[in-house]
């Protein structure tokens, strides 16, 4: 199995601003994934995070709003660009290991909410 | 296309009593299936997974789920609901490579009653 720590577990954030979220793993993984989870809602995949190249992002999602970066095999980050209300939500960090490549493990996720 | 339909938005049930969350799902070839549950203020946590050979899979707090090609089911057991089981349960039907998709549910909310 596999521990994946976010950072910040929380935040409280004003409208136009940006927050960046981190993603760390325990464990060497082959792919990263970034998912939002709207209030009583399932879950959206963002992007695939894809280690030294640019994130594969699923169609609704934009490089320019969700800017992410993976400069190794454990550690990624998501930034939620030039917030807004609607960008309330939990995101969660989430990842495949190189071994059992199979099962997908999550993050505790980062619930933020946009004043 | 993959797909994964929880029929049940939200089910009550008292403690003690027995559970069962259904998941069916939609794919061509034998899938990878996933039971996560989510308290509140947390994230995912893996409960079961049903890869291949016996088709009733145990898993994390006392849970299992059974798997019916017939009827392209995953449905989830307990036998005893203890109040802390209140939770989002999600089922999701895995990528067959590693690069592929995992599709989720929309979850269903358990509601345990004293």
């Known amino acids: 199995s596999a521990v994946i720590s976010q950072k910040p577990s929380r935040d409280i954030c004003q409208r136009g601003t940006s927050l960046t979220i981190q993603c760390q793993v325990d464990?060497?993984?082959?792919?990263m994934f970034w998912y939002r989870q709207q209030p009583g809602q399932s879950l959206t995949l963002i992007a695939t995070?894809?280690?030294?190249?640019?994130?594969?992002?699923e169609s609704g999602f934009v490089i320019d709003k969700f800017p992410i970066s993976r400069p190794n095999l454990t550690f990624s980050t998501l930034t939620v660009s030039n917030m807004s209300p609607e960008d309330s939500s939990i995101y969660l960090c989430?990842?495949?290991?190189?071994?059992?490549?199979?099962?997908?493990?999550f993050g505790p996720g980062t619930r933020l909410l946009v004043l | 296309a993959q797909s994964v339909t929880q029929p049940d938005i939200h089910i009550t049930v008292s403690e003690g009593a027995s559970l069962e969350l259904r998941c069916n799902y939609s794919?061509?070839?034998?899938?990878?299936l996933f039971w996560y549950v989510q308290s509140p203020g947390q994230g995912l946590q893996l409960l079961l997974k049903?890869?291949?050979?016996?088709?009733l899979v145990q898993g994390i707090k006392g849970f299992e789920a059974e798997f019916k090609r017939s009827q392209s089911s995953f449905n989830l057991r307990k036998p005893s609901v203890h109040w802390s089981d209140a939770a989002e349960y999600f089922c999701?039907?895995?990528?067959?490579?590693?690069?592929?998709?995992?599709?989720f549910g929309d979850g269903t909310t358990l509601t345990v009653k004293p």
């Open positions: 989430s990842a495949r290991l190189m071994q059992g490549w199979e099962t997908q493990y």
């Open positions: 464990s060497q993984v082959t792919m």
């Open positions: 995070a894809n280690q030294g190249s640019e994130a594969t992002y």
């Open positions: 794919y061509g070839a034998t899938p990878y």
């Open positions: 049903y890869f291949s050979g016996d088709t």
């Open positions: 999701a039907v895995g990528a067959q490579t590693n690069a592929g998709k995992s599709t």
